[in-house]
């Protein structure tokens, strides 16, 4: 089953909320803005699902580690993912063994991102948080450079939504792909990438 979430202003919060089936916060806007803090707060109390973002995407690199397992004690989400490090398979790996021997005892499901810059690095991180990292759910980006390179477009946002599909199937068709595991989109750069997975 597919689910969807749309990060959105907070004056629209409740109306997309109405339209998506869970939330998504960004980590270093909950430190910012108390409002939007308290309107996180408020949809875990009602219930909602909620993932917790490092804020990678909007900040350059990872929310800090000790400050972002802080927040998770205080939000409780249903998930959060795991500090990650943009396109550095190695790096990401690496925080990831930090993570789990630091803050094994953290409420909620652990999401771990796949990075690298080709697809044999993007392989050996997905098979590594598969069979390794001891994560909930596995997420892959919608921005790796790689995508430029496996689906070349003028337009970076074609390359980006076509470049994903690409990926996704090449895993499957090498067996990679855990289907017992479930797995996040992370980002999208077009919706109409969500025609092509129709029949998941």
């Known amino acids: 089953m597919i689910k969807i979430a749309h990060e959105a202003p907070l004056d629209l919060f409740d109306e997309v909320q109405r339209v998506t089936d ?9 430190e ?13 109390k009602k ?5 917790l973002d490092n804020s990678i ?20 989400p249903t998930w959060y993912i795991v500090p990650d490090a943009l396109e550095d398979y190695s790096k990401t790996m690496i925080q990831m063994e930090d993570w789990n021997r630091s803050y094994s ?11 690298g ?4 690095l993007i392989k ?30 003028p337009n970076k946002y074609v390359s980006w939504m076509l470049g994903r599909v690409k990926l996704i199937g090449d895993l499957l068709r090498d067996g990679v ?8 989109l992370l980002g999208c750069g077009l919706p109409q990438e969500f025609s092509f997975y129709k029949h998941a």
């Open 117 to 120: 810059t080709s697809y044999p």
């Open 22 to 30: 869970y939330d998504y916060a960004l980590v270093h806007l909950l």
């Open 47 to 51: 219930g909602r699902e909620v993932i």
């Open 32 to 44: 910012e803005n108390g409002r939007y803090r308290d309107t996180f707060e408020r949809a875990i």
């Open 105 to 115: 005892y953290l409420p909620g499901k652990k999401i771990g991102v796949v990075q």
């Open 177 to 184: 792909i855990n289907k017992d595991k479930p797995h996040h």
């Open 57 to 76: 995407f909007e900040l350059e690199e990872a929310f800090e580690a000790d400050r972002f397992a802080l927040w998770i004690e205080r939000l409780k």
């Open 124 to 153: 050996l991180c997905y098979e590594y948080m598969d069979k390794q990292a001891d994560v909930d759910m596995i997420a892959i980006s919608f921005d790796y450079s790689y995508y430029t390179e496996s689906v070349p477009h």
